[in-house]
């Protein structure tokens, strides 16, 4: 028996509770390990209050990151004792997830857990820092460099925006972070932010072309604040979007793509290729410092999850949760 989030949907409603398992009700894998360290996402919080329809199949465990050593392994790339590394591919939505003290898994979504990283460390980054290189990546292989100008964050106080402001300050770019929580400025300073933007100034309907200002952006909130991002940037520019904290909707004209060579990359975490991972990890395994990552994240145990996640869709939680296992 091991102890973990389980998410039901019957007759009796929709809840998640801390609860005993029996390790026969693990899905099907090739990998069983045991769990030292997850996260709580914007993801896992909609998954656990059920704001949002993120769970595929009842019954669930939640917790699309984990870092683990493995127990039982029937694949040729583990044995039992290596540290392994798991972001996205489903995981807590379709599969059963890290808020727990055991997971079985496919091989095929492991990475070894980087030698520059503890399980804590790891999970402190977790997939909003890994979010947030593919973000970056993305921005450099358009050619954007420090000498282009200025770089947006929207949702800057969350965990993927943290890690963009603290990575792109890191780079030498200069970072405006936007932000509904003024009271955090000084966080986002000590990141690296240059300026602090008020989320109003981007939240609400815009002009579909306006004042030329970004080299490049990365949005994590969607809706008139990504629409508004693609207006204001420059000839040439990127845009990514990896969030939709705001919503679903994208009110844009096709002006900044046609009239300025504007470019929207959208920025998936969940199903990326191995190469595409393991690239990002090297990176944030050659920007980080274990001060760096301190300065982002807070620790929790399991009896706290369920009433964090509540917390972090308030929007009264900053930067990453770790789950210690």
Known sequence: MFNGILIRKDEQGYRAELTALDEQQLPAGDVTVKVLASTLNYKDALAIT??????RSFPMVPGIDLVAEVLH????????????LLNGFGVGESHWGGLAEKARLNSDWLLPLPEAFTAEQ?????TAGYTAMLCILALQKHGITTAHGEILVTGANGGVGSYAVLLL???????????????????LTQLGA????????????????QKER??????CVGSHTL??????TRYG???????LAQGMDFPVSVAPFILRGVTLYGIDSVMRPLADRMEAWQRLSELLLPDNINQIAQVISLDQVITTAAQLLQGTVRGRVIVKI
Request: proline content about 5%; aromatic content about 6%; glycine content about 12%.
């Open 227 to 232: 629409a508004n991002a693609c207006a204001s």
């Open 214 to 219: 970004w080299a490049g952006v990365v949005d």
């Open 237 to 243: 520019g990127a845009v990514t979007a990896c969030g």
């Open 73 to 84: 392994s029937d694949s040729a790339r583990f044995q039992s004792g290596d540290k392994v």
């Open 194 to 209: 240059a300026e602090i933007l008020p989320r109003e100034q981007l939240s609400v309907a815009g002009k579909p072309l």
């Open 169 to 187: 300050n890191k780079l030498g770019y200069k970072v405006v972070a936007s932000t509904g929580r003024p009271d955090e400025s000084h966080y």
């Open 50 to 55: 059920g704001q949002s329809p993120v769970v």
């Open 122 to 126: 790891a999970m402190a980054i977790g």
